[in-house]
């Protein structure tokens, strides 16, 4: 497994592998590894030749009064679980590597600026032109994305799609603890108590689910249902909860096609996130 930090030269090693057809598998990534990061790398080493990780807490992703600083990391940690998934290449450029000097930034329209684009205007600007630079270094054949971040995963679908880029976007499923919390660099912030009542948010989802598949379509119903298990929470306040179109990401009163039920939810001061698909087959 190699680390490298450098642009020039991470792109100079891949372009050798590309030129003798090597097929390359990319994770994007923020660090601090869980389960849910690996299983992207364990795909990505099934379906291609050469595998590439990137650690990079992207500073344009986070608002005025997120968590940046601190942020969880522990690079000895990743790169030691990298190695046992046979990660060929780590990609850990620092803050002034990828953005030494830079005016431009990619900007998708319409599907950014509703659920998480809400609390979060700038986020996916940043996140859209991150990935961007990233894809541009390492050239993948396929990028790996969990479906624990929906709304990311179709925005950059979309981005891909728009302008072009010769990359296949692989959504992979939300990796979960045995009791339903989706997995989360973000959960080691969360008190033993707050653990407990973060579960309510997978629950939630679970119970709609139900719901759903027991005829009931109207999404007011499934929204104050969740609404009344997260609430009852002395520590969770609800940022959004919203029903939506599984490509558009508009908001539907009424669950027809494939639709999405996306939570965000504060448990104290922690952020969490989480969604379940409504596959056409239950709606
Ligand atoms: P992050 O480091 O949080 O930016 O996440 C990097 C990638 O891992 C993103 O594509 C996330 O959607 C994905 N990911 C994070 N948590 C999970 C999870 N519990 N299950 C599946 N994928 C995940």
């Not at 997260?230 to 027809?256: G, H, M, P």
Request: net charge negative; aromatic share 6%.
């Amino acid at each position: 497994m190699r680390v490298i930090r450098n642009i020039t030269e991470l792109k100079s090693e891949l372009r050798n592998l590309e030129r003798s057809g090597k097929t390359i598998g990319f994770v994007p990534t923020m660090g601090y590894l869980h389960q849910g990061h690996t299983s992207l790398l364990d795909r990505s080493n099934y379906e291609n030749d050469i595998s590439v990780l990137s650690i990079f807490v992207n500073p344009t992703q986070f608002g005025a009064n997120e968590d940046l600083s601190k942020y969880p990391r522990d690079e000895k940690r990743d790169l030691e679980l990298a190695k046992t998934h046979n990660v060929d290449f780590v990609f850990i450029p620092d803050v002034e590597e990828m953005y030494s000097s830079y005016l431009t930034t990619v900007h998708v329209k319409e599907l950014t600026s509703g659920l998480c684009g809400k609390s979060r205007p700038t986020h996916f600007d940043g996140v859209t032109t991150v990935v961007t630079k990233l894809f541009n270094i390492v050239r993948p054949t396929k990028a790996y994305f969990g479906q624990k971040d929906i709304q990311q995963l179709q925005v950059i679908r979309r981005m891909v799609s728009d302008l072009d880029m010769d990359v296949v976007i692989v959504g992979c499923e939300i990796v979960r603890e045995s009791d339903g919390l989706a997995l989360s660099s973000r959960n080691v912030y969360l008190t033993k108590e707050q653990r407990v009542q973060a579960l309510s948010l997978s629950n939630s989802l679970r119970e709609a689910k139900l719901l759903v598949e027991s005829g009931v379509k109207d999404t007011k119903k499934i929204k104050s249902l969740i609404n009344d298990i997260i609430s009852k929470n002395q520590e969770a306040r609800i940022d959004y909860i919203e029903v939506v179109d599984f490509e558009t990401l508009k908001d539907i009163d009424l669950i027809e096609n494939r639709a999405i039920v996306l939570l965000a939810v504060f448990v104290g001061k922690t952020r969490l996130i989480d969604n379940i698909i409504l596959e056409e087959e239950i709606c």
